[in-house]
């Protein structure tokens, strides 16, 4: 996360260690430290795995922890990747 509050996430497809598709769609989990019990999915992010790399805004108040937790759906959305969690 920069000064200006953007995010960058990348990654890389493995196709020899993972099974995928190239279509599944990246879905990310924002939790602060201030609301520990209100998860919320970050809406409007339309990225797929073929990407593997993202930008996007997000707010922070002054000493909140934010915990990313990352992972992708199919496109028919009946299979989910493992999660992975970013503390920023």
């Known amino acids: 996360?920069?000064?200006?509050g953007?995010?960058?996430?990348?990654w890389?497809?493995?196709?020899?260690?993972?099974?995928?598709?190239?279509?599944?769609?990246l879905?990310?989990?924002v939790l602060y430290s201030?609301?520990?019990?209100?998860?919320?999915?970050?809406?409007g992010l339309e990225v797929l795995r073929v990407a593997e790399k993202v930008t996007f805004p997000?707010?922070?108040?002054?000493?909140?922890?934010?915990y990313l937790y990352c992972?992708?759906?199919s496109p028919d959305?009946?299979?989910f990747s493992n999660s992975q969690c970013i503390k920023l």
């Open 1 to 4: 996360m920069d000064e200006q």
């Open 12 to 25: 890389e497809n493995d196709e020899e260690a993972y099974n995928f598709e190239a279509t599944d769609r």
């Open 34 to 43: 201030n609301r520990s019990f209100s998860p919320k999915l970050l809406e």
């Open 77 to 79: 959305g009946k299979r």
């Open 58 to 66: 997000l707010e922070r108040g002054k000493g909140v922890r934010i």
């Open 27 to 29: 879905n990310v989990v």
């Open 71 to 73: 992972f992708f759906v």
């Open 6 to 10: 953007m995010v960058t996430l990348d």
